[in-house]
Structures are given as C-alpha cells and as structure tokens.
C-alpha cells in the first residue's frame, strides 16, 4: 500500500505564492505517474496537474504558466509550486497516484487552499 501525506495549504492573497508538498510512503515502487486534483466547495474533483516518474508533466488549461509540479523520486516526494494565484484556485488540493500492478489508487487527506483579500 502506499501512503500520501500533503502539506503546505494556507490563506493567501490574490497573486501570492504558495507551494504544496505531498510524501509518499509504503510500496513507492509500485507507483510513477503522481498527480494534483483539486476539489471547491460543491464541485466535482478537477485534476490540476501530473507528473510521471521520467518527469513528463501535465496541466490544466486553467493552471498553465502558474503553477509548476515536480517530483524527487529518491525522496519520494512530490511538489506544486502555485504562482500568481487567483481567488478561483480556492479548493481542497488532493496528493493522488495508482498502483501500476492493481490499479488501486490512492489518495493523501488534503490540504486547504485559499485566496482571498
């Protein structure tokens, strides 16, 4: 099984920075592509951006340019860098990845984001 723990949500204004992290833990080596969703309140759970364990990456049209994800596969950790932020990136932001085995997937318990002024 593999475990996902983010950190990094919080309050910021419109334009700020902030930047998410997400550790795996458990049977990492079943796992490559790692992945960033989000969820606003009483909408469904948007993916925001992927990366595999190459480093190939992708985004949503409404993140590109602004947000960055990336990934230390020794470390098993994960990051999105989230630039020039908008009161519309407010949402609860999910850690997810599969077992490339089981397609089992998992998910991290989420961190709130929020931009306001």
């Known amino acids: 099984q593999v475990q996902l723990v983010e950190s990094g949500g919080g309050l910021v204004q419109p334009g700020g920075s902030l930047r998410l992290s997400c550790a795996a833990s458990?049977?990492?080596?079943?796992?490559?592509?790692m992945d960033w969703y989000r969820q606003a309140p009483g909408k469904k759970r948007d993916l925001v951006a992927s990366?595999?364990?190459?480093?190939?990456?992708n985004y949503a049209d409404s993140v590109k340019g602004r947000f960055t994800i990336s990934r230390d596969n020794a470390k098993n950790t994960m990051w999105l860098q989230m630039n020039s932020l908008k009161p519309e990136d407010t949402a609860v932001y999910y850690c997810?990845?599969?077992?490339?085995?089981?397609?089992?997937?998992?998910w991290g318990q989420g961190t709130q984001v929020t931009v306001s002024s």
């Open positions: 990366i595999t364990g190459g480093g190939s990456t």
């Open positions: 997810h990845t599969k077992s490339m085995y089981t397609l089992r997937d998992y």
């Open positions: 458990g049977t990492t080596g079943t796992i490559n592509v």
